[in-house]
């Protein structure tokens, strides 16, 4: 992690700052801790990857994607190249989502980083300055930064989940989330979440497989099945955005057979910080 980060971070818990305990000097950060100055609470730095949650701790479907993301990184970027084949490929199906973001040469954070399939074509539109990326499972973010290494791109990862977002309010350009909301344990944070850490101004865009496309995946594995009342929501989350938000818009993706298989939602948060 590059030392100049440590200044976007927050305790994920109470928002309170954070100071690096050990590895002090001057290069990128490998190893250390960062301790709550409100809570006290204290998170590992692990080869460059700051740990702000523990597997143990998680419940509901969280518990049950890190552990099945960790069993699965290794075939998910064959995975959803063979997925998306029926929409075009892999590269015309995440373009369909990522040009919807305005990139400006700034930060952008992914939220559900996974294997960090979106960062090529991301990093060639030669618009983004830095990105941030987050993710439950360790095996996607252990898979991510062998890539990352390998292309040597400006890109930080974290350990969390995205209904508790490590870093600062009003920290990035873009915020990005592809493709893991509908099985959140918590839709309503990780949105609001979201917000509260994008700039005002800043474009927010969510993509996620169509509610019939979900409703198969509970069929597929037990990974997906429901376990409680609220899990089986799968609508499009657009009534969870606050009407706050400017150019609210959501439409169909990945069209095949005449039919979409996913949404995008996208929108907008506004400059004014009353109306934020
Ligand atoms: C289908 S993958 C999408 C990965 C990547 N965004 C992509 O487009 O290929 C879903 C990702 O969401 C992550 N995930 C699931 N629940 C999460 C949560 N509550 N907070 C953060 N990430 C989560 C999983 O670990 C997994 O990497």
Request: positive net charge; glycine residues 12%.
């Amino acid at each position: 992690m590059k030392r100049s980060t440590l200044e976007l971070l927050c305790c994920p818990g109470c928002h309170s700052t954070l100071s690096l305990q050990t590895g002090h000097g001057d290069g990128p950060i490998g190893e250390g801790r960062l301790l709550c100055s409100g809570c006290e609470r204290s998170y590992p730095i692990r080869n460059g990857i700051p740990h702000f949650m523990d597997p143990k701790d998680l419940e509901g479907p969280n518990r049950r994607f890190a552990r099945g993301y960790d069993w699965f990184s290794r075939l998910y970027p064959l995975f959803t190249k063979i997925g998306f084949l029926g929409f075009g490929g892999e590269r015309k199906a995440r373009k369909e989502v990522l040009d919807r973001l305005e990139l400006g040469g700034g930060r952008v954070l992914e939220v559900s980083i996974g294997t960090g399939a979106n960062l090529p074509y991301l990093f060639e539109t030669g618009c983004v300055g830095e990105v941030y990326g987050l993710d439950i499972s360790a095996g996607q973010l252990a898979r991510c930064g062998s890539l990352i290494t390998k292309r040597g791109w400006p890109v930080d990862l974290f350990l969390g989940t995205a209904e508790a977002l490590p870093f600062k309010t009003e920290t990035f350009d873009s915020v990005l989330h592809i493709g893991g909301i509908n099985f959140f344990s918590g839709k309503k944070q990780a949105i609001d979440e979201m917000i509260r850490v994008a700039r005002p101004g800043a474009k927010i865009v969510i993509a996620d497989e169509s509610e019939q496309i979900a409703r198969n995946l509970y069929r597929l594995s037990r990974l997906f099945r429901p376990r409680h009342r609220e899990e089986m929501d799968l609508a499009i989350p657009v009534h969870l955005v606050p009407e706050t938000m400017e150019n609210i818009r959501v439409g169909g993706i990945w069209k095949a057979h005449g039919e979409d298989h996913g949404y995008c939602l996208e929108f907008r948060k506004p400059v004014s910080p009353s109306a934020a």
